[in-house]
Structures are given as C-alpha cells and as structure tokens.
C-alpha cells in the first residue's frame, strides 16, 4: 500500500466536493452543503484563494483530502496554519493516511514559519478527538467558537441589527 499526498488542482474540484459531501453526512449536516463542483473550482483554485487543498491517495485512488489556509497570531507575531477540513473514507481508515496527512499539514506550518497548527473538532466526535490527542495535540477548552453566517452576517453587516 502506498500512501500519497499532493497539492489539489482544479480537475479535484468534483472529487473535493464528493469528500466535502460525505464529510458533512458524518457530521449530521448534508443539509447545510451549497457548494457546488464550479463554486469549489472558482473558491479553492482562484489566484488569490486564501485556501489551499491537499489530495491524498492510496495506491493512486484518492481516499481524503484537506483544506487549509494561514491566518495570524497577533500574540505570536507569527502566522499560523488553520486546518478547515480534514477528511479520511471510513473503510480507508486506521490504515495511517489521517496521520500522514496531519504530519504533511504539520510540515507545511513549520516550513511556512507557523507558530501554530489549529482545527477544530466536533465535540462529540470521539474517535477523532482520541485520534488527535494520540498524536499530542491540545484542546483549547477555554475559547469558545463564534459564526456569523447567512442571514445573520448580512443583516449585521448592513447596520440592521
């Protein structure tokens, strides 16, 4: 079995979206994917998209993928590597593609001068939570995570709330 790992192009864009679709299914939220193949192709690919994504492979069949971007930590003064999405076929895991892929993603962060690699999980996610702590990754339990989306941002943004 070979494992491999490379930079996304736009010909993933389909198989990105069908990872982001199954992903969402695992998460109970299908229902809030509206992306579609082109909108994945004109986000992710854009000359001046914020993200990046990573195909991985075994034996040439992808099996997961990940989207990353950097963002910045004004206490560090350094940039940092946000992992957005992280995701593995069920009947391809425990084969060690997840973890090579986090390693990939971690390399990436040090190479990039990172002080930080952060992603967030859900809180009832248990085998994913079993599975970072393995490899010596932290919980933050002291921040809370905020979204304004939708309806909600527009209205803001727009001085009506």
């Known amino acids: 079995m070979s494992i491999d790992i490379r930079a996304a192009t736009p010909a993933d864009a389909g198989q ?10 695992y998460e109970k939220a299908e229902h809030q994917v509206s992306a579609n193949v082109a909108d994945i192709e004109q986000s992710l690919f854009a000359a001046d998209s914020p993200a990046r994504g990573l195909i991985c492979s075994l034996d040439g069949q992808p099996i997961g993928f990940a989207v990353y971007f950097f963002n910045y930590s004004t206490w560090l003064g350094r940039k940092g590597l946000y992992l957005e999405d992280l995701y593995i076929s ?11 892929l986090l390693r990939h993603l971690a390399k990436i962060a040090c190479d990039s001068g990172c002080g930080r690699f952060e992603w ?15 490899l010596g990754a932290a919980p933050q339990d002291e921040w809370i995570r905020y979204r304004m989306d939708g309806a909600t941002l527009q209205k803001f943004a ?4």
């Open 158 to 161: 727009h001085g009506d709330r």
């Open 120 to 134: 967030s999980v859900l809180d009832w996610n248990e085998p994913a939570i079993k599975f970072y702590k393995s």
């Open 16 to 25: 990105i979206l069908a990872f982001i679709t199954e992903l969402a299914i």
């Open 90 to 100: 069920p009947q391809q895991r425990g084969a060690g593609a997840g973890k090579q």
